[in-house]
């Protein structure tokens, strides 16, 4: 895997890891990426896998994304979370979703952003600037993972009315490194919900 450090979080420190996600290789590159201990938020589907399924749900954080309970629950881990000093690991998409890859689907959930806030712990976005290449739908291609673990957002004195701002922030970070890197023109984030 080719990373590019642009920031080198600290292991003793809590951050929410955000990253774009158009592949199922992005799960294991970014446990791959992020030296911390942290907790992974992913579908609750994963769960029903045997073994790693009940390792998963011991160890990190599962949501069922079409039941709003599951989402609030999902929220209170990820704060609790943070508190504890172990850092989150999301991608603000909420799946794999968008229809315009390498664009991301937008608005972003509010999730990531709420645990940052609430918690004020740096926001650290991380591009996947490959891996869709790589793994399109049912397939494998040969190439390098290529990451870039950006600059921490700090949260510090911001409330929950910044949360709009903060995830057209992180957008524009993730977003500029696809488009610079696929040479295409910059696309804004849409705050429309």
């Known amino acids: 895997m080719q990373k590019k450090w642009k920031f080198r979080p600290s292991k003793d420190k809590a951050y929410v890891f955000v990253a774009n996600h158009f592949s199922y290789l992005d799960v294991p590159a970014g446990v791959n990426i992020v030296y911390n201990y942290f907790a992974f938020v992913g579908k609750s589907s994963v769960t029903k896998i045997p073994w790693f399924g009940y390792m998963f749900d011991q160890l990190h954080i599962a949501v069922n994304r079409s039941d709003k309970n599951s989402r609030v629950t ?20 909420g799946g794999i979703a968008s229809e315009q890859i390498p664009k991301m ?21 991380i591009s996947l600037v490959n ?22 957002i700090d949260t510090r004195n911001l409330t929950l009315k910044d ?31």
């Open 131 to 152: 891996l869709y290449k790589i793994n399109p739908v049912s397939l494998i291609r040969w190439s390098i993972p290529k990451v870039i673990i950006n600059e921490a």
């Open 74 to 93: 999902t929220m209170k881990r990820g704060i609790r979370v943070l508190k504890e000093g172990r850092s989150v690991f999301i991608m603000p998409e």
């Open 163 to 193: 949360k709009e701002n903060l995830k057209k922030q992180v957008y524009d970070v993730i977003q500029g490194d696809l488009d610079e890197f696929y040479g295409l023109e910059k696309t804004e984030y849409n705050m429309e919900t």
């Open 105 to 125: 689907h937008q608005p972003f959930k509010d999730g990531p952003f709420v645990m940052a806030i609430e918690n004020q712990v740096p926001i650290v976005p």
